[in-house]
């Protein structure tokens, strides 16, 4: 596998400039790198107690056959951000994208061979600019023409910490504007309940969501419960066609291909 390169992007941190390097992990020491973030942002900052563990690392079965999209800040030479990609060749030897674990995909049967699945997306604390996400954002469509896919799907995930008030607020709201065609709709394993619509209350949408929604993604039904990181996931769909300059194609015109 290449690695993925890309024009170095400039941002401000919160001390000093840096230059943001965009690649894909190639030795299990960038991967426990990754899985070290990860831990970091989504169990310890998030207070989820249940998932703690001696090796400070968020890891699972999916790792091992996942590429981890990673942007490195060439000064510090630490990973400040990454996104995890399973390819529709590797979903298919384990037997289904993670996404599954949540939702049923069956009527996304015949579009198979032609997704990409993104997750565990996860950004430093003090790189949360704009810059480290463009360029994830420019790897994640490298990544999807590279595999010749023409879908990304993934969960966007909206905290209950209110007690799902803002949850239900925000899928009401996004299910409105942004709900895809019924072919495309999947089901909950588990469904998060949201209630009746109060069309006052949009509720505050969580800034990855809106990234995606603003690319032209559209909502593929309601919520599931994810009782083990205490949030409610919205399954999402976007075609690689809508991608658009917000994100990536400043980047790829200039990147050399995988």
């Keep these: 596998m290449r690695v993925l ?29 990754v899985q070290r973030l990860r831990y970091r942002i989504f169990i310890e900052t998030m207070g989820l107690s249940t998932l703690t563990n001696s090796d400070g690392l968020d890891r699972d079965e999916f790792d091992a056959h996942c590429d981890h999209l990673i942007v490195r800040d060439t000064k510090t030479l630490r990973i400040v951000g990454t996104y995890r990609v399973l390819s529709a060749s590797a979903a298919r030897r384990i037997g ?37 996400l463009m360029l994830l954002w420019a790897g994640l469509a490298a990544y999807m023409r590279r595999e010749r896919c023409d879908y990304l799907i993934g969960c966007a995930s909206i905290s209950l910490a209110d007690g799902g008030r803002n949850a239900a607020a925000v899928s009401h709201a996004v299910m409105q504007s942004h709900l895809a065609p019924a072919e495309y709709r999947v089901m909950p394993h588990l469904p998060f309940p949201i209630g009746e619509s109060d069309a006052a209350d949009k509720g505050v949408i969580p800034p990855l969501l809106k990234g995606y929604l603003r690319s032209g993604a559209w909502v593929c039904g309601e919520p599931a419960w994810d009782a083990e990181f205490h949030c409610a996931d919205l399954f999402l769909m976007l075609p690689l066609e809508k991608l658009d300059d917000r994100y990536a194609r400043h980047y790829l015109k200039e990147s050399r291909p995988l």
């Design 5 to 33: 390169t890309a024009p170095a992007a400039t941002v401000e941190p919160a001390q000093s400039f840096s230059k943001l390097t965009l690649s894909l992990a190639t030795t299990p020491e960038e991967v426990r790198e």
């Design 96 to 132: 289904r994208f993670y996404s599954e674990t949540e939702f049923s995909l069956s009527r996304l049967d015949h579009l198979r061979s032609r997704i990409v699945e993104a997750g565990r997306a996860c950004i430093h604390p003090d790189y949360r600019g704009g810059g480290v």
